[in-house]
């Protein structure tokens, strides 16, 4: 009889940034560095690999947001070149900046739960 691995909730995996599997040991090393394997289960962290994926999906939402919001401020006060410049890059920085982990801790996480069934297939 196969043993089922189980997944922790994916709310707890990804916004806590922790192991998919048993949810309670981090998932990073670093800002984005993955740890080489939970420090509560063992489960190695070796062979996942979420690539561009978090980027991709932090880019395209974010171009959206800030274009619309450059233009709607542009329309309603008019305000001098010098305010955008000291705007816009400090949005996009602070937005990148809280929501790389959790998308790519739930990328990590989403990767574990469809993968491992796959290669227990093999």
């Known amino acids: 009889m196969e043993t089922i691995q189980k997944a922790a909730p994916l ?5 806590g940034c922790r192991c998919p599997r048993c949810g309670r040991g981090p ?5 984005l560095t993955i740890a080489p ?3 509560v289960c063992g489960l190695s962290f ?13 880019m395209m939402p974010l171009c959206i947001i800030t274009a619309v919001s450059a233009l709607l401020i542009e329309i309603k ?4 070149i010098w305010v955008h410049i000291a705007i816009w ?21 989403l990767q574990y739960r ?5 290669q227990e297939k093999k």
């Open 89 to 109: 890059p400090a949005f996009i920085m602070t937005f990148i900046g809280l929501t790389l982990r959790p998308v790519k801790a739930t990328l990590f996480a």
């Open 46 to 58: 070796a062979d996942a690999d979420t690539a561009d994926g978090p980027a991709y999906f932090i």
């Open 11 to 15: 709310l707890v995996a990804a916004l």
């Open 77 to 80: 006060f008019t305000p001098p």
């Open 114 to 118: 469809y993968r491992s069934v796959e």
């Open 37 to 39: 394997s939970c420090s």
């Open 27 to 31: 998932l990073f090393a670093g800002y």
